[in-house]
């Protein structure tokens, strides 16, 4: 957690090691105590092993292969969420234009029932 990563080895027992970034856009694991799950799907089409499963309360649930052309349009979708997520994150960052508005009109407001009393 403390790196926001999650990392095992494939569970095809091809010994080659998963790395999958923990966050909105990615994967976020789940602790259940004596068993963890992790979500969405892990999709290894980079590996030799090609392999594709869900990790659930500790097991390991297998999908079946995908096609070339379905791994494009996940590898797609994947980017499209991880350019999204960094669009929100970078909003969250800056001051909003509604928000700066509506303080100036509240500071105005009060200036102004200020002067009044």
């Known amino acids: 957690m403390k790196y926001r990563t999650a990392t095992h080895l494939c569970c095809c ?3 080659m090691e998963v790395v999958t970034p923990l966050n909105p856009a990615k994967w976020h694991l789940s602790d259940h105590g004596a068993t963890v799950s992790l979500h969405p799907s892990i999709g290894n089409w980079s590996f030799p092993c090609r392999s594709h499963y869900w990790i659930t309360s500790g097991k390991v649930l297998w999908a079946s292969a995908m096609s070339e052309g379905q791994i494009r349009r996940v590898r797609a979708g994947d ?9 929100r994150e970078s ?3 800056q001051p909003r234009e509604e928000t700066t508005q509506s303080a100036s009109w509240v500071t105005r407001f009060i ?3 200020r002067r009044l009393l």
């Open 13 to 15: 027992g091809c010994g």
């Open 79 to 87: 980017h499209r969420a991880v350019e999204v997520e960094a669009q």
């Open 91 to 93: 909003r969250v960052d």
């Open 111 to 113: 200036e102004w029932l």
